[in-house]
């Protein structure tokens, strides 16, 4: 979706997957995810893929739109399923080069746990923040509605 987006209002889309993960699935540090996206976040417009909540209030204090693709347990155990699949022994377009995909124990446990674990504290600190429009789709067919919308309203311009 981010890409599309991207692609939709003429915005760079940097995925946080990309920048977090080195060659060989290496993971910089916090303090070097944020410096690195800093620089991003300067920039006038912009679109971050990702839920890295170590960045999250970084990166909320410079958006003024959250998108959360807030998507049902089964559904994102399916994608992340479909996705192995699809790049068997290489590496997706928002990752580094040299971090061929994988399914991990550890990926399949976060997203079990995730609406009970991380959901609600990410539901929480997404709401304080007044200055920022949410926008929560809940299924494929809402995002392609959404992306409709944008299309149209660019093509109205």
Known sequence: M???????LDISVTHLDRVFWQPGWHAISRDELRAAIAPILSQPQWIMDGNYTGTLEMRLAHAD???WLDMPRWRCLWRVIVR???YHGRTRPDLTSGCPEQLSSE????IWRYP???RPELLRRITTIPHIRVIVLRSPRQVAQFLTQIRCSTMEE
Request: aromatic share 4%; charged share 20%; hydrophobic share 50%.
């Open 116 to 118: 009970h674990t991380r």
């Open 65 to 67: 739109t959250l998108i």
């Open 107 to 110: 990926l399949l446990q976060f």
């Open 84 to 86: 192995r699949i699809k």
């Open 2 to 8: 981010a890409r599309q987006l991207g692609a939709l």
